[in-house]
């Protein structure tokens, strides 16, 4: 079963900051993140396998709250270059193997 | 970082051939691979999961016969696609879990038309 984000879409200025949230109806794994830009193939950003598990890059960062099922992807100060369309993948286990992907969010970042 | 190449980039064919698109991970052994197809601003539907030396696992809805999905080492799979029709164009991104991380790596895609 897919995730769902949201929001759909975010546009931003320069500088400011966005939140975009996957949810689950089970019981969550994993949850990856990958930012796609148009035309090309999906850029992972981060895995995150813990419940309670807080992971950052840059200004980029993401929480993972195993109980709420959910996570939530943070783009602080963002930059032109964040801009493209955001997916969380999430997996029920270990060997799953069948990660599933959200609608994505589309985000715009403006000079 | 972890590289997934995907062979071709594109390819534009005929109603009724058969297409191979291959997909390695080049600097990592990956313990599954994924295939995806992905249509215009839609999501990534996942086609089936491979491992190497295992027959595929199909997503419902998927039909075997005509994606044949070959996992051939820890670095190499290929999707082909069987008498192809237009309504199987589209993009399609293979992926690679890293064995250690757990991650997954993305190729860059390959854009098929069928016409």
């Known amino acids: 079963q897919q995730p769902v984000q949201s929001p759909q879409a975010v546009i931003l200025r320069e500088g400011e900051d966005a939140v975009i949230n996957c949810s689950s109806s089970k019981a969550l794994y994993s949850v990856h993140w990958y930012r796609q830009k148009h035309g090309e193939a999906p850029v992972f950003l981060m895995i995150?396998?813990?419940?309670?598990e807080q992971k950052g890059h840059d200004k980029i960062s993401a929480s993972f709250n195993e109980k709420k099922q959910q996570s939530s992807l943070y783009l602080t100060a963002s930059q032109l270059s964040y801009s493209g369309t955001y997916f969380c993948?999430?997996?029920?286990?270990?060997?799953?193997?069948?990660?599933?992907f959200g609608a994505g969010t589309r985000l715009t970042v403006k000079p | 970082g972890a590289v997934v190449s995907q062979h071709p980039s594109w390819v534009i064919c005929k109603s009724g051939t058969s297409v191979k698109i291959e997909c390695r991970s080049l600097d990592f052994q990956a313990t599954t691979m994924f295939w995806y197809r992905q249509f215009p601003k839609q999501s990534l539907m996942l086609m089936a999961t491979s491992n190497e030396g295992s027959k595929a696992t199909y997503e419902q809805g998927v039909e075997k016969d005509k994606f044949l999905i070959n996992h051939a080492s820890l670095t190499l799979s290929t999707l082909t696609v069987t008498s192809a029709h237009p309504e199987d164009s589209s993009f399609y991104i293979c992926?690679?879990?890293?064995?250690?991380?757990?991650?997954?790596?993305f190729g860059p895609g390959t854009r098929l038309t069928v016409t």
């Open positions: 993948g999430t997996e029920a286990g270990p060997n799953n193997n069948d990660m599933r």
């Open positions: 992926s690679a879990r890293s064995r250690p991380t757990y991650e997954q790596y």
């Open positions: 995150l396998l813990k419940g309670g």
